[in-house]
């Protein structure tokens, strides 16, 4: 019988084998026919210090028992406060407010429903965004609209909101990117949504912290809100543990999720500065943040991001990254010349293939992603881009066998 599943990003019409896997450990997926699968992706870029560990397990398995899941709004629990009191440690200053929900495109929909909210609630108009090309934040349909558009949505096109848009900052036209920016500011947008440094889903593309740093001037500048989706660079994946401080920026709201658990449980927070929070603290009901999902701050994910947040306090986790960034690097050379654009942002790795039409829908994804996972190893190519972002624990042995096989793959 075929399974009722109905998968994700996936066309079912094609038939393409779907692995089933009955547990996992460390960098290392293990599937019902007895295969032992190198975890090179994280997981679709969710697990950090690696697959089960021990220490989140723990604090599921303890959390689980006592208090499973609790109505948010007006009613609090130890979990929640614990994460909210350590963020606020952990991030810059001042994002002082932590808004609970529960993955990166809620916390995407939290931070622009905020920006809104706040200027709206001061009775100032301004309500649009900009957006950088060729970003990513999320599938909901206010997370598209300003994300990049494309064959992922264009069937909803009719229904997404308009945006600006300024052009991805590639090197040496950093300052064509700016320009259209400042020029954008006169129109008194809203906010400014990026993701620092390194464009995910829209193929793994790194610009300058410089570009950073001059962006985030002129919000300020021009009292633009600053929107810093760390969803996936968040948790030390560029090298820190935000992308942000590679720039010396902090952002005006803050969206974490993903490695947030360590990628165990979904969760996410939008972090706020105390200007937003009082733009909506009033007597007047009518001005509160009228946000909620059903498992906002669900305990059981709560303790499993507050045994996230112990592990980097007291391990030398940013060590692992430093280590692993460097193994990165000695591995992609063995890559160098063979193929395009090498490149590396902490612990993330990316090229791309030779490919005749370069389009996401291309077969050599597919074809990409067939022989990978023949060969024991999950990489899932964007496009002809081919990307390795392994979990942090990863061992030496696992990351020059995933190097061999995309060697191998050079000859598709
Ligand atoms: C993955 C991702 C999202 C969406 O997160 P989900 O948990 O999949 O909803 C948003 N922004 C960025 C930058 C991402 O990489």
Known sequence: M??????????????EPVPLVTHAEGAALFTADGRRVIDAISSWWVTTHGHCH?????????????LDQLIFAGWTHEPAETVARDLVAMMPRPLDHVFFSDSGSTSVEVALKMALGHFANRGEDRHRIVVMEGSYHGD???????????????????????????????????QATLDIFE???????????????LLGAGGMRIYAPSVLRDLRQLCAAHGVLFVADEVMTGW??????????????????LCLSKGLTGGSLPL??????????ESHRSTDRATMFFHSSSYTANPIACAAAAANLAIWRDEPVLDRIADLTRRQAVQAQTLAGKVNNLRQIGTVVAMEFQDRSGSYLSDLGPRLLNFFREREVLLRPLGNTVYVMPPYCISDDDLARIYAVIDQALAL
């Open 268 to 277: 996410a927070v939008t972090m706020a500065t105390p200007d937003i929070f």
């Open 2 to 15: 075929t399974s009722p599943v109905w998968h994700p990003f996936t066309q079912h019409g094609l038939n």
């Open 54 to 66: 021990p220490r989140i397990m723990a604090a599921i398995r303890q959390q689980a028992s006592t």
């Open 183 to 197: 020029r954008l500011c006169a129109d008194r947008p809203a906010a400014l949504i990026v993701e620092p440094l």
């Open 236 to 253: 030390g994946r560029t090298g820190t543990l935000l992308a942000c401080e590679q720039a010396g920026v902090v952002p005006d709201l």
């Open 140 to 174: 909901t349909i206010g997370a598209m609209s300003v994300g990049a558009r494309g064959v992922f949505n264009r069937s909803y096109t009719p229904l997404l909101f308009d945006v600006d848009v300024i052009p991805f900052p590639e090197p040496g036209a950093e």
